[in-house]
């Protein structure tokens, strides 16, 4: 699943920590200074009597001195709430009147049993909550962009309006095939999930007992990784080619423009790949040196 670009952010600038730690804590007013978002409190993670716990509202972090506990908005409604990060994400979002924009595209190659976050749970989660879903990946409908977008009826009818200026005649092949596929195909997506993630254990333990090598992470699709050599990712992904026939992207491709890490950085497509072809990869890396 995936957030849009600059969701964090935003959030954090409608939303001060010392806002969202205030509904859970009484300031101790002789210890603090508002103006310098200098605040201090009774740890709500332990009992004390004394203001041990103090929150630096400009950084936006927080600190108990007692109980050493520690983090950001988001850690501290996963603490106090006890719910999961995008649990936490969806809270604060709903307090700051932002829609909450979820892509899960690859939802069903999710790591985890279960479902992978228990927004739907909410009886108010249309109220914050748009979800993006697509059966093009799910049931291989290659070419076909057909997909779903849950959201309250008022935002649906919204969507509406923009579909009927930009699509006169929708193809309906993709949507008849996707249907089919919701009828049909559940047991045969539960073997491809389960092949998928074999696949990506398979990747991941490779790359992981190469010499210097390490995946920084993982999907149904795609892996990031940390090359062990003194080149730059676009030069080592043109060696790749090369000597060792392996195509990949560096990592420059996927960081801001200037950031140092993308040039330690390659993102290896091993969605085709079956445990045979994953070891030749490893092999053709560790040939290398």
Request: aromatic share 10%; charged share 20%.
């Amino acid at each position: 699943m995936s957030l849009p670009p600059g969701f964090i952010d935003e959030l954090r600038s409608r939303l001060s920590l010392g806002q969202v730690v205030g509904r859970k804590v009484m300031w101790d007013s002789r210890k603090s200074n508002q103006g310098k978002g200098d605040l201090w409190a009774p740890c709500p993670f332990h009992q004390e009597k004394s203001a041990s716990f103090h929150v630096d509202d400009r950084k936006g972090f927080y600190y108990c001195f007692g109980c050493h506990a520690k983090g950001d908005a988001f850690n501290f409604v996963q603490e106090t709430e006890n719910v999961g990060f995008m649990e936490a994400v969806e809270i604060l979002a709903r307090e700051a009147g932002i829609a909450l924009v979820l892509d899960e595209t690859y939802r069903d190659f999710h790591s985890a049993d279960g479902p992978p976050h228990g927004l739907f749970a909410d009886p108010g989660w249309a109220d914050t909550l748009i979800h993006l879903y697509s059966f093009s990946k799910a049931y291989r409908l290659t070419g076909h962009r057909v997909g779903a977008l849950l959201a309250s009826p008022a935002r649906l009818a919204q969507v509406e309006k923009f579909l009927d200026t930009v699509t006169i005649c929708p193809p309906q092949l993709g949507q008849h095939a996707a249907l089919w596929g919701m009828e049909h195909l559940q047991d045969w997506l539960a073997a491809e999930r389960r092949e998928v993630l074999a696949r990506k254990r398979a990747m991941v333990t490779g790359l992981n007992r190469l010499k210097g090598w390490r995946c920084l992470g993982a999907g149904a699709y795609f892996a990031y990784v940390e090359h062990p050599y003194d080149i730059p990712s676009p030069e080592l992904a043109k060696l790749l080619v090369e000597k060792a026939h392996v195509l990949v992207l560096p990592g420059t491709m996927f960081r801001a423009p200037g950031d140092p890490a993308g040039l330690r950085e390659l993102r290896f497509a091993f969605a085709n790949a079956d445990a045979a072809g994953l070891d030749t990869l490893m092999g053709r890396l560790a040939a290398l040196g």
